[in-house]
């Protein structure tokens, strides 16, 4: 150990040679391991740094790999070539399952695509299912909410689209707006059968939107589940012709479905038949106020009306038949106040007891009993300002 002692160390000049060497090995050794600690320190921060680094080229590689990959998807959507656009549609929605933070654009351009003119009377080729399938990529990805691809939750605008037909069958419409308002229904069914809707507003017409028309068209919501915080919204809508169907559905407190205003001038609003079976209605409201019945058909054919309120009140009635046969009458409300029933057909079930539901009792003008309900809805059709049916298999 001699080697260690003496001034050439440069530790402590002039006074290394006076320390023992064994306490001067030790402060050697101690200067080795607090150089060796500093020098894996460094590494350390090197190593970090220059993962940091590493990762910010890879995020910004991957931003301006998905940044190319929605270019190219969106201008598929543009394409003159149907398959070509099929495949935008599908390569936008690959987009959002990968990349969270894609999936509100991804949505409002599939709904702004949508929203642009479309002649359903003769559309380009392909052009009808390329449609179908942006509405069947949308409905794919409302059908559970806790699924890590879900879109629910997302505001969907397809105001003043046109719909020939596409299913959004099984989709929850949870905390979320759709804007339907200004839509032409034309041809075909657009399906929202036992779809869910909780804390959302589905907007047909809200009375400062444009309002909705039926023209031919059928929207069903057959088996539906309108739960606390549903909102659906008809006021003004026009029903021309086609059908808005309601049958098996359940309407639960907390639930609010307007027509308020709307003109039923031939088409068919049924909330049940002998096609779907009846709605049931245990809760919440649903409000036909100042609505124009003029033509057509509003059937409450076997429903159950066990909790809420549903309101005709301010009809005015000149044509439209309202059916309430084989309805069942336990609690909640029906009203009529100051309806003005002039012409039209309304008609209850022979065994119905709806003085206990319906207000006021007796009508303002004279209803009919049925002994059944096997009338066919789509039977019915309008005519002369009246609705009449081709089929009766229960004539009174």
Same mark, same amino acid.
């Given at each position: 150990?001699?080697?260690?002692?003496?001034?050439?160390?440069?530790?402590?000049?002039?006074?290394?040679?006076?320390?023992?060497?064994?306490?001067?090995?030790?402060?050697?050794?101690?200067?080795?391991?607090?150089?060796?600690?500093?020098?894996?320190?460094?590494?350390?921060?090197?190593?970090?740094?220059?993962?940091?680094?590493?990762?910010?080229?890879?995020?910004?590689?991957?931003?301006?790999?998905?940044?190319?990959?929605?270019?190219?998807?969106?201008?598929?959507?543009?394409?003159?070539?149907?398959?070509?656009?099929?495949?935008?549609?599908?390569?936008?929605?690959?987009?959002?399952?990968?990349?969270?933070?894609?999936?509100?654009?991804?949505?409002?351009?599939?709904?702004?695509?949508?929203?642009?003119?479309?002649?359903?009377?003769?559309?380009?080729?392909?052009?009808?299912?390329?449609?179908?399938?942006?509405?069947?990529?949308?409905?794919?990805?409302?059908?559970?909410?806790?699924?890590?691809?879900?879109?629910?939750?997302?505001?969907?605008?397809?105001?003043?689209?046109?719909?020939?037909?596409?299913?959004?069958?099984?989709?929850?419409?949870?905390?979320?707006?759709?804007?339907?308002? %200004?839509?032409? +229904?034309?041809? =075909?069914? !657009?399906? #929202? *059968?036992?779809?869910? /809707?909780?804390?959302?507003?589905?907007? @047909?017409?809200?009375?400062?939107?444009?309002?909705?028309?039926?023209?031919?068209?059928?929207?069903?919501?057959?088996?539906?589940?309108?739960?606390?915080?549903?909102?659906?919204?008809?006021?003004?809508?026009?029903?021309?012709?086609?059908?808005?169907?309601?049958?098996?559905?359940?309407?639960?407190?907390?639930?609010?479905?307007?027509?308020?205003?709307?003109?039923?001038?031939?088409?068919?609003?049924?909330?049940?038949?002998?096609?779907?079976? %009846?709605?049931? +209605?245990?809760? =919440?409201? !649903?409000? #036909? *106020?100042?609505?124009? /019945?003029?033509?057509?058909?509003?059937? @409450?054919?076997?429903?159950?009306?066990?909790?809420?309120?549903?309101?005709?009140?301010?009809?005015?009635?000149?044509?439209?038949?309202?059916?309430?046969?084989?309805?069942?009458?336990?609690?909640?409300?029906?009203?009529?106040?100051?309806?003005?029933?002039?012409?039209?057909?309304?008609?209850?079930?022979?065994?119905?007891?709806?003085?206990?539901?319906?207000?006021?009792?007796?009508?303002?003008?004279?209803?009919?009993?049925?002994?059944?309900?096997?009338?066919?809805?789509?039977?019915?059709?309008?005519?002369?300002?009246?609705?009449?049916?081709?089929?009766?298999?229960?004539?009174?």
């Amino acid at each position: 150990m001699a080697h260690l002692t003496g001034s050439s160390l440069g530790i402590w000049p002039g006074r290394a040679s006076s320390l023992p060497p064994d306490r001067l090995f030790d402060l050697t050794r101690s200067a080795v391991t607090a150089a060796g600690l500093l020098a894996g320190i460094f590494a350390v921060v090197y190593s970090y740094r220059k993962q940091k680094i590493e990762e910010a080229t890879s995020r910004r590689a991957d931003a301006d790999s998905l940044g190319t990959r929605y270019q190219d998807a969106s201008g598929q959507l543009g394409n003159e070539s149907a398959t070509v656009r099929l495949a935008g549609i599908y390569a936008l929605s690959r987009l959002a399952d990968e990349d969270s933070t894609q999936r509100e654009t991804v949505c409002r351009l599939l709904c702004g695509y949508l929203r642009m003119p479309y002649d359903p009377v003769g559309p380009p080729a392909g052009e009808r299912e390329v449609r179908h399938t942006v509405i069947k990529v949308i409905a794919e990805h409302l059908q559970d909410p806790t699924s890590d691809f879900s879109w629910c939750g997302y505001d969907l605008d397809f105001s003043g689209a046109v719909f020939d037909g596409g299913s959004f069958a099984g989709s929850h419409f949870v905390g979320s707006y759709i804007n339907f308002s %200004g839509c032409r +229904f034309v041809n =075909g069914k !657009v399906l #929202f *059968d036992r779809s869910t /809707l909780e804390d959302a507003h589905v907007d @047909f017409g809200d009375g400062e939107s444009m309002p909705a028309f039926f023209d031919g068209g059928a929207v069903h919501f057959i088996g539906a589940h309108f739960k606390a915080g549903a909102h659906l919204t008809f006021i003004f809508t026009q029903f021309k012709s086609g059908a808005l169907e309601f049958g098996t559905s359940y309407f639960l407190p907390g639930s609010v479905v307007t027509f308020s205003s709307c003109d039923i001038g031939g088409a068919i609003v049924s909330f049940g038949g002998p096609v779907w079976g %009846g709605a049931h +209605f245990l809760g =919440g409201s !649903v409000s #036909f *106020d100042g609505a124009d /019945l003029k033509a057509g058909l509003l059937s @409450f054919m076997g429903t159950s009306f066990s909790g809420s309120h549903v309101s005709l009140d301010e009809i005015t009635q000149t044509g439209t038949a309202i059916f309430f046969d084989a309805a069942s009458f336990g609690s909640g409300k029906v009203t009529f106040n100051n309806a003005k029933l002039s012409n039209g057909e309304i008609s209850f079930g022979l065994g119905a007891d709806p003085e206990a539901v319906v207000s006021p009792w007796p009508l303002s003008r004279p209803v009919r009993r049925r002994g059944g309900a096997a009338r066919r809805l789509y039977g019915w059709v309008s005519g002369s300002g009246a609705a009449r049916t081709t089929r009766d298999p229960n004539p009174d």
